[in-house]
């Protein structure tokens, strides 16, 4: 929670001062927006830690432009406040979003995005834990439904099988099937 309070208050606090710098004023509904949209950037970033940077900054910034459609057509449409129009702007959509825009939330997005990558913290140390824990793609593994070391107690096979590209295997789970399957290998039945 704290660290949801803190990037809302830093996002809002920076947008609001970009738009100072920017425009010579703001409103406080676009320092919501900010805040608002910070919390989406981490949530991207802590959701797709393996993309890279380029492909976060991309989704970063489709967010950011939808965040500010939706609210643009709150505070300007329905509400009426008028607080910014892009309708002089080549290729806008109703005056609420267009590419200039996008282009800005794009590099923003993308210093955002790595600062957040490079300074996670636990999410950058459970990314690396389960690296860690993995079969590297190329590398064979073995699969099969054998329940010990001689192949299992029906003769089961077990076999090495190269993963694909892109795929990753954690190691370390037999524990958990053996203790899972304790009662099915001693019925012999199948059931568990």
Wanted: hydrophobic share 45%.
């Amino acid at each position: 929670m704290r660290r949801k309070m803190v990037l809302f208050a830093v996002g809002g606090t920076g947008y609001s001062m970009l738009e100072i710098l920017y425009r010579g004023r703001t409103h406080w509904t676009m320092a919501v927006l900010g805040g608002l949209c910070l919390m989406l950037l981490a949530s991207i970033v802590r959701r797709r830690p393996h993309w890279p940077l380029w492909k976060l900054s991309a989704a970063g910034a489709a967010a950011v432009t939808l965040a500010e459609l939706a609210a643009g057509l709150l505070v300007n449409r329905i509400l009426g406040w008028g607080v910014w129009d892009y309708s002089a702007q080549p290729l806008n959509l109703w005056g609420q979003i267009c590419p200039r825009f996008s282009i800005y939330w794009l590099c923003l997005s993308y210093a955002a995005c790595g600062v957040m990558r490079r300074f996670g913290g636990a999410e950058r140390k459970k990314r690396r834990d389960f690296d860690a824990h993995a079969v590297p793609p190329g590398e064979a593994v073995e699969v099969g439904a054998g329940g010990g070391e001689q192949g299992g107690a029906r003769g089961d096979a077990v076999q090495k099988l190269p993963l694909r590209e892109g795929e990753r295997k954690v190691i370390g789970l037999e524990p958990l099937r053996a203790a899972l399957f304790q009662n099915r290998d001693r019925a012999g039945d199948g059931s568990l």
